[in-house]
Structures are given as structure tokens and as C-alpha cells.
């Protein structure tokens, strides 16, 4: 593959932009909470700083990695991804946060392995649809294989329990393989088979069930189940046009749950306002539409598949955290990416946005 130097800087400022104001928003969110937890009002700016440090060593080394590197490593980063996910489930390996075992600890650092799945299974699917073209639509070699993979990551991400990961995992496979050109008859098939095992799963687990009925009416429980969506609307309604101002938030003031998490586009609504929320809202796009782009206009397919993939899991995670804060969609944990607190989220993102850049390199600059 021929090498065009020329980076899309578009796709590269919008996402320094997005990080840079994450860790303004990370330390004016939870600044009050690290005094009281930590003595020290700096410790989650700190700690933000760092990771969004690393992220940027992990965005500036996959910019630069040879991609067909990065196509070798497919399946044992698959392969990787799912070994980690199984040591979650190790007692004394993985660690429990809220009774559930998402993380793992080793050496003093804790990361995430639900995060690097998602990016392990969006490049192991680039390689093999890109490898696959002419047996897409065959059931026995172009779908099913993938269904058997979708189910064993699914499968260690709900004994965690992560149902947000896997339903994010489970969008963006069944959209890769919808846009590579799997017949649309097993996509829907798969859907009907999986609707019944989603209903038991939310119905049958209490918190799940309660958070239902708190999307659908949170005053019937506002102290409870419908307490932290009615103080995320309070804190988009006081923002206003215009906003609070910068550190003005009132609901950060522990009333709003996760402030500085899955709940930050609250306060950034609080602080800044419509305005802030427009501008933000509107970065995403941008970078999304700069995604596919690059997608579009990729030099083979493995680099169209691996950018589509990225741009769709980044765009969908961002837009589908806004619903959750809005109260557009019911409660679910997932983070805001680039602005949520969080190192692993970060990492990723950032490492992820390092391989778009990558692959815009390769776009003749025409096109681009």
C-alpha cells in the first residue's frame, strides 16, 4: 500500500479538542467529590491529564504503525480481548466495582477490558470481511462464523454483567456485516432470535427491570429509580441559553450521581448551556462525517472496514450517552467518549482515533 503523507488534521483537532475540554469538564465536575474522597481537589485532573498523556502516545503510535501490522495482529488481538474478558471472571484477578466485575488490577493499574474488545472486534471483523468479499452471503462461511464470535464475547460481557458493552458490541458487528453486504434476511433473523433473550435479560434482573420503569416514568420514584435522570434534567434546564459559567454547577454539588462518568454531559449542560451542548454535539458530527469520509474513500477495504468500524463504535457511544442523559433513552453506564473520566475509555479512544488517522494518510489527497 502506497504511503501519502497528509494527514486529515480536521479528524486530529476535533478529537485534541474533545479531550482537552474532557479534562477541563473531568476536574470541574469532580472537584468537590475529590476533596471530600481525597483530600485533594487536583486528584481526578490529575489523573485525567495522565491518561489523556498516554492516549496521545497511543494516537501518535497507531497513526504511525504499518497497517497491514495491524492487520497480521487481527486474531490474536481477538484472541487477546477474549482471554481478558474470561480473567474478569477470576476471583482475585478481576476486581468488583457496584457487584460487578468489569475490571482487572495488575501492578496498580486498573483497566477495562470491555474497551479493548471493542476495538479488537472491529479489527479482527475489517481483516475478515475485507478477506471474505465473495462469501459474504453465504450463510455457512459469511455469517455464521461471526455469530460465533459475537456470541462468546457476548457471552463473557453479560457474566461480567455488561449489557451495555455487548449491545454496543453487538451494533456495530451486525452494522459492519449489514454494510459489507450480508444478506439482510440472516441480519433480521438473528434480530427476532435475539429479541426474546434481550426481554429476559432486562426483565428478569431487578435493577434493569426498575431502570425501565424509571425511563418510562421517572416521578413515580424520584428519590429512587427516576433520582438521577430528574437531576440530570435539572441541571440541562438550569443551564440555560448560556449556561452557568465554567465550575457553577450546582447539581455536581452531590446531587447528581456520576457527575464526572457517564453523567458529565449534565454538567456540561449546566455550566455551558444549550450553547456548549450544540457546539459539542457538533463536534461529533464532524468527526463522525471526517470518519466516513475516510471510510468512503479508502485506499482497499480492510482500511474502509476498519475506519467504518471506528467511526461508527465512536459516533454511536457518544450519541447513545447523550440520549442517556437526555432521558431519551433509559439509564445505561456508558461513557461519553473523550470527556467522561476514565483511563482505559480514553486510551482507546484516543489509540482508535490514532488508526483513523492512519488510514487517512493513504487517502489521495483529492479525495480527502
Keep these: 500500500m502506497e504511503i501519502r503523507q497528509g494527514t486529515d488534521h480536521s479528524i486530529l483537532v476535533l478529537a485534541v479538542c474533545l479531550t482537552c475540554l474532557g479534562v477541563v469538564m473531568v476536574f470541574s465536575s469532580s472537584s468537590i467529590m475529590a476533596v471530600r474522597d481525597y483530600s485533594d481537589s487536583l486528584h481526578f485532573l490529575k489523573r485525567q491529564g495522565g491518561y489523556a498523556l498516554i492516549g496521545f502516545a497511543a494516537m501518535a503510535l497507531m497513526m504511525r504503525i504499518d497497517l497491514q501490522i495491524l492487520r497480521k495482529a487481527a486474531w490474536p488481538v481477538l484472541g487477546l480481548c477474549a482471554l481478558l474478558l474470561l480473567a474478569v471472571l477470576i476471583p482475585g484477578v478481576g476486581k468488583k466495582v457496584g457487584g460487578a466485575a468489569r475490571w482487572i488490577r495488575i501492578a496498580g493499574v486498573t483497566f477495562q477490558p470491555a474497551e479493548f474488545a471493542k476495538i479488537g472486534l472491529v479489527l479482527f471483523m475489517a ?5 471474505k468479499q465473495d462469501k459474504v452471503k453465504s450463510f455457512k462461511l459469511g455469517f455464521l462464523p461471526y455469530m460465533v464470535i459475537l456470541v462468546v464475547l457476548l457471552g463473557l460481557l453479560l457474566a461480567q454483567p455488561d449489557l451495555g458493552s455487548a449491545l454496543t458490541i453487538a451494533i456495530v458487528a451486525i452494522t459492519m456485516l449489514l454494510v459489507a453486504g450480508t444478506r439482510l434476511t440472516y441480519l433480521v433473523g438473528i ?24 425511563f418510562l416514568n421517572p416521578w413515580e420514584d424520584p428519590s429512587n429509580t427516576g ?19 465554567l ?26 448551556g444549550f450553547i456548549g451542548v450544540i457546539v459539542i454535539a457538533a463536534i461529533f458530527m464532524l468527526l463522525i462525517l471526517r470518519g466516513m469520509k ?19 463504535l465512536i459516533g454511536m457511544q457518544a450519541f447513545a450517552n447523550m440520549a442517556v442523559v437526555m432521558g431519551m433513552v433509559p439509564t445505561k453506564g456508558l461513557a461519553l467518549p473523550f470527556l467522561s473520566y476514565g483511563g482505559t475509555s480514553l486510551v482507546t479512544t484516543l489509540g482508535a482515533i490514532g488508526i483513523l488517522l492512519n488510514v487517512s494518510r493513504h487517502v489521495p489527497g483529492e479525495l480527502r
Excluded at 426481554?199 to 424509571?214: K, P, Q, T
Excluded at 433520582?227 to 459559567?245: D, E, K, L, R, V
Design 247 to 272: 465550575g457553577e454547577s450546582k447539581q455536581k454539588l452531590f446531587f447528581l450521581p456520576e457527575a464526572h462518568t457517564d453523567f458529565i454531559f449534565s454538567v456540561i449542560g449546566e455550566e455551558l
Design 294 to 312: 475516510t471510510a468512503l474513500n479508502a485506499p482497499d477495504e480492510f482500511s474502509c472496514f476498519l475506519a467504518f468500524g471506528i467511526t461508527l
Design 227 to 245: 433520582f438521577q435522570i430528574i437531576q440530570s434534567w435539572i441541571a440541562f434546564g438550569s443551564g440555560g441559553a448560556f449556561g452557568q459559567g
Design 191 to 214: 434480530g427476532l432470535i435475539a429479541l426474546p433473550f434481550l426481554y429476559f435479560m432486562i426483565m428478569n434482573v431487578d435493577y434493569r427491570r426498575r431502570r425501565i420503569m424509571a
Design 127 to 131: 481483516h475478515s470481511l475485507a478477506r
